[in-house]
């Protein structure tokens, strides 16, 4: 499967972007799926997941209440959006697959994730 990520810019404190992850060459349903962002000079981490039925979903604990991730398995694309962002927001966020037998799991593990678009950048001003 082959994963486009967009959405990405320059906003500032307080304000909303919606990340979009399109995927393509394989039906999405069939995935898991996170969200994931790499600020400069750190390592990837763990930002937002949800299952293939959608109905679960897990956030990491500082974007609780501010993100919101989503899926519409019609349009075979997955959405972050981002609302109330900080500069500490501020990193290049990736969107992952994983084919999952389980209709309702969800992982924050990045290694369990074998799909991956190529990041869009976010940028939070202060």
């Known amino acids: 499967v082959q994963l486009q990520a967009s959405g990405g810019g320059l906003v500032q404190a307080g304000g909303s972007l919606r990340l979009s992850c399109a995927a393509s060459?394989?039906?999405?349903?069939?995935?898991?799926m996170g969200w994931f962002r790499q600020a400069t000079g750190k390592e990837r981490e763990f930002v937002a997941a949800?299952?293939?039925?959608?109905?679960?979903?897990v956030y990491t604990d500082s974007v609780k209440g501010r993100f919101t991730i989503s899926r519409d398995n019609t349009k075979n694309t997955v959405y972050l959006q981002m609302n109330s962002l900080k500069p500490e927001d501020t990193a290049v966020y990736y969107c992952a697959a994983d084919a999952s037998t389980n209709y309702y799991s969800t992982s924050r593990t990045l290694g369990e994730y074998h799909y991956w678009g190529q990041g869009t950048l976010v940028t939070v001003s202060s």
């Open positions: 949800i299952s293939r039925s959608g109905d679960t979903t």
């Open positions: 060459g394989r039906t999405l349903s069939f995935e898991r």
